[in-house]
Nanobody, 119 residues
Framework: QVQLVESGGGLVQAGGSLRLSCAAS????????MGWYRQAPGNQREMVAT???????NYADPMKGRFTISRDNAKNTVYLQMNNLEPEDTAVYYC?????????????WGQGTQVTVSS
């Protein structure tokens, strides 16, 4: 079955950086839009950043200028570079893969990786 495996989470001090990776398997990675979402305790899951199959990136406003999403189709991997982290960025970060072929929608999630930012 399809697998999305995140890595790179951890504990970092405010102002620090982390780079998340998501390795995909058993999908034609290059045709999928990829994204990073996060969920903090008591909150709904929210979009962090997305990148289309063509490489166009979109960010939630609080992440603009601090986070960068990128993809390497040769490695079936999407990355999230997070700089200038804030305690408010503490959450479980999830990788997402979506392919729309109307009327079909293929949507997959990873298991998540914890990011904790200390003040």
């Amino acid at each position: 079955q399809v697998q999305l495996v995140e890595s790179g989470g951890g504990l970092v001090q405010a102002g620090g950086s982390l780079r998340l990776s998501c390795a995909a398997s058993r999908i034609i990675f290059s045709i999928y839009a990829m994204g990073w979402y996060r969920q903090a305790p008591g909150n709904q899951r929210e979009m962090v950043a997305t990148i289309t199959s063509g490489g166009s990136a979109n960010y939630a406003d609080p992440m603009k200028g601090r986070f960068t999403i990128s993809r390497d189709n040769a490695k079936n991997t999407v990355y999230l570079q997070m700089n200038n982290l804030e305690p408010e960025d503490t959450a479980v970060y999830y990788c997402n893969a979506v392919w729309l072929q109307a009327p079909l929608k293929y949507n997959y999630w990873g298991q998540g990786t914890q990011v904790t930012v200390s003040s």
